[in-house]
């Protein structure tokens, strides 16, 4: 009996364990911005230019979701997208750290009440029928029919989004065997692979031509004197 009450006890110890385990971690917005040191630097400056894999502009971070951030991060981190930069920046971020990341960058440059962009001009046939190549349609099922409302909230926003940036990252997914190029996600990977590279760019500049909610919002200690 003995034995059996304590085997019980074990068992329910672990399960308490598992379960706070898998507790969702919550960010912190008040956290969040004082852990962006490694950020500002370059998504904290309007139309800053990186220049690896190729010269881009640095892609607007502010107004996406924190589980997409969060998301974005642990993939930097686990290795499945291959930039340098940005695996170093991730290897230091915590579970909590990137939460709390996620939490203030979703919501800065937001406004109580600020209306969702409106809905661009239609597509040319020419991008209706790049779109519409995949059976599936999993560009805009995923990403939404305007690229600002992702059926899931580790799916980035893309309308307004830097085309040279969208670019670049769209010529990611085709990657494979690159130790630091490159991005692992097979649905992606298998769209992306469809597509010319010169096919590629013209859906990215029609995606980037689109209003949406992410945005670059610079930090004071970048801004120019009398600005």
């Not at 990403?143 to 085309?163: C, E, I, S």
């Amino acid at each position: 009996m003995n034995k059996l009450l304590t085997t019980m006890f074990g068992l329910s110890v672990a399960c308490v364990t598992l379960a706070a385990g898998a507790q969702q971690i919550t960010g912190s917005v008040e956290n969040g911005a004082k852990k962006t040191a490694m950020c500002v630097g370059c998504h904290g400056i309007i139309g800053y230019q990186a220049s690896f894999p190729e010269i881009h502009k640095v892609p607007k971070i502010a107004g996406q979701s924190a589980s997409y951030i969060v998301a974005a991060l642990g993939a930097y981190k686990a290795g499945d997208r291959k930039h340098p930069t940005m695996r170093a920046i991730a290897d230091t971020l915590t579970e909590q750290d990137m939460a709390d990341l996620g939490a203030y960058y979703s919501q800065l440059g937001l406004k109580d009440g600020e209306p969702v962009p409106a809905t661009a001009k239609a597509p040319s046939e020419r991008v209706q029928a790049l779109i519409a190549r995949d059976a599936a349609n999993a560009c805009t099922k995923c990403h939404g029919v305007n690229f600002n409302t992702p059926n899931d909230g580790t799916v980035a926003k893309l309308a307004g989004q830097h085309p040279d940036y969208l670019l670049v990252a769209l010529k990611s997914y085709k990657a494979e065997n690159h130790a630091q190029v490159g991005r692992s996600n097979g649905v992606m990977g298998g769209i992306a692979k469809k597509y010319t590279t010169a096919e590629l760019k013209e859906l990215a500049g029609y995606i980037g031509s689109l209003p949406g909610e992410v945005k670059t919002v610079p930090e004071s200690r970048f801004h120019h004197a009398g600005n």
